[in-house]
């Protein structure tokens, strides 16, 4: 979803609701799966010692070795179970000399819990928007995301995977940044690959809705489809181009459809220390192919830390 969603008029938005109590019911939503899935130790002592963590680090090991290695998307979300720190950065252009700034783009701290489920909680984005009249900055909503993976095979027995999602934004954020409503994003998202873990080329595609809980009319709700074609070249490189087609029904941008490409390349993993390793990534995007864009041109930077 482009950053300029948050571009909304606030200013009839409905009025803001104990974004922390949402934040807390959500969190324990998505992880409740998790306290199912994770085999018990014999008791409370053992749970807190060097041993769990060391079961806990051999299980999300065993949990990707089930699946695919490929690398992270720049902009898309993957279907693979994940786990690290992710930051994301974006500038995006507007006709008129405008610019609006994203540090963050909800991304933050991706755990795998169990050996199917893998929870993300998103650190709330810095938005910096300049216009030639006037200049605003504050911060975005909360996101919080749970994935249960359905299908897998890694590169020796099949190269796929199938997962589902289900997100939530949360009205935390400050004028003119938030959506003022609860937004439900149910994901389906899905991959296939030919290769090795050496070289190679993989096709991901998601495909997302994302529901307001209130304030339907002025919000809307936009139907993504996202396409990726991803490629394995030498051994740190990994070129991508996204294609992110987007139709909004009902709110401000209803019946509009918007089709946008992204040009990247993702360099990692690097091994740091252990299990750490680093990621990094640029690209550029654009609207192409409608004549309808809520921005015109944009920059992508992202920065992960596996472990």
């Given at each position: 979803?482009?950053?300029?969603?948050?571009?909304?008029?606030?200013?009839?938005?409905?009025?803001?609701?104990?974004p922390a109590a949402r934040i807390v019911?959500?969190?324990?939503?998505?992880?409740?799966?998790?306290?199912?899935?994770?085999?018990?130790?014999?008791?409370?002592?053992?749970?807190?010692?060097?041993?769990?963590?060391?079961?806990?680090?051999?299980?999300?090991?065993?949990?990707?070795?089930a699946q695919p290695h490929w690398e992270?998307?720049?902009?898309?979300?993957?279907?693979?179970?994940?786990?690290?720190?992710?930051?994301?950065?974006?500038?995006?252009?507007?006709?008129?000399?405008?610019?609006?700034?994203?540090?963050?783009?909800?991304?933050?701290?991706?755990?795998?819990?169990?050996?199917?489920?893998?929870?993300?909680?998103?650190?709330?984005?810095?938005?910096?928007?300049?216009?030639?009249?006037?200049?605003?900055?504050?911060?975005?909503?909360?996101?919080?995301?749970?994935?249960?993976?359905?299908?897998?095979?890694?590169?020796?027995?099949?190269?796929?995977?199938?997962?589902?999602?289900?997100?939530?934004?949360?009205?935390?954020?400050?004028?003119?940044?938030?959506?003022?409503?609860?937004?439900?994003?149910?994901?389906?998202?899905?991959?296939?690959?030919?290769?090795?873990?050496?070289?190679?080329?993989?096709?991901?595609?998601?495909?997302?809705?994302?529901?307001?809980?209130?304030?339907?009319?002025?919000?809307?709700?936009?139907?993504?489809?996202?396409?990726?074609?991803?490629?394995?070249?030498?051994?740190?490189?990994?070129?991508?181009?996204?294609?992110?087609?987007?139709?909004?029904?009902?709110?401000?941008?209803?019946?509009?459809?918007?089709?946008?490409?992204?040009?990247?390349?993702?360099?990692?993993?690097?091994?740091?220390?252990?299990?750490?390793?680093?990621?990094?990534?640029?690209?550029?995007?654009?609207?192409?192919?409608?004549?309808?864009?809520?921005?015109?041109?944009?920059?992508?930077?992202?920065?992960?830390?596996?472990?």
């Amino acid at each position: 979803m482009p950053v300029s969603k948050f571009r909304l008029n606030t200013t009839i938005l409905a009025k803001y609701r104990k974004p922390a109590a949402r934040i807390v019911l959500f969190s324990a939503i998505i992880l409740l799966p998790a306290l199912f899935s994770v085999t018990s130790a014999s008791d409370a002592k053992s749970e807190l010692d060097a041993g769990f963590l060391s079961n806990w680090l051999e299980n999300v090991t065993r949990t990707q070795e089930a699946q695919p290695h490929w690398e992270a998307l720049l902009n898309m979300n993957s279907p693979r179970l994940t786990q690290g720190f992710r930051y994301n950065y974006s500038r995006q252009y507007f006709p008129g000399s405008s610019t609006l700034t994203n540090y963050g783009m909800g991304k933050g701290l991706q755990l795998i819990l169990g050996e199917n489920f893998e929870a993300q909680i998103g650190i709330p984005a810095r938005i910096d928007r300049q216009t030639p009249k006037a200049n605003s900055s504050g911060w975005a909503d909360e996101t919080l995301l749970g994935r249960y993976r359905l299908l897998s095979a890694n590169e020796e027995n099949g190269n796929y995977i199938v997962s589902g999602s289900l997100g939530l934004s949360i009205p935390s954020g400050g004028d003119p940044f938030s959506s003022r409503s609860n937004v439900f994003t149910p994901t389906l998202a899905a991959g296939k690959g030919w290769g090795t873990r050496q070289s190679g080329i993989d096709i991901q595609s998601v495909l997302s809705a994302s529901v307001p809980d209130n304030n339907l009319s002025v919000i809307g709700v936009p139907v993504a489809w996202a396409v990726a074609l991803q490629a394995h070249v030498f051994e740190y490189i990994w070129p991508e181009i996204e294609a992110n087609y987007t139709h909004w029904y009902k709110g401000a941008y209803d019946g509009r459809n918007q089709l946008v490409l992204t040009y990247g390349i993702v360099f990692g993993k690097f091994k740091i220390k252990n299990r750490e390793q680093l990621s990094l990534a640029i690209g550029y995007q654009e609207p192409e192919g409608t004549n309808f864009g809520t921005f015109s041109r944009g920059w992508l930077a992202m920065a992960k830390l596996s472990f």
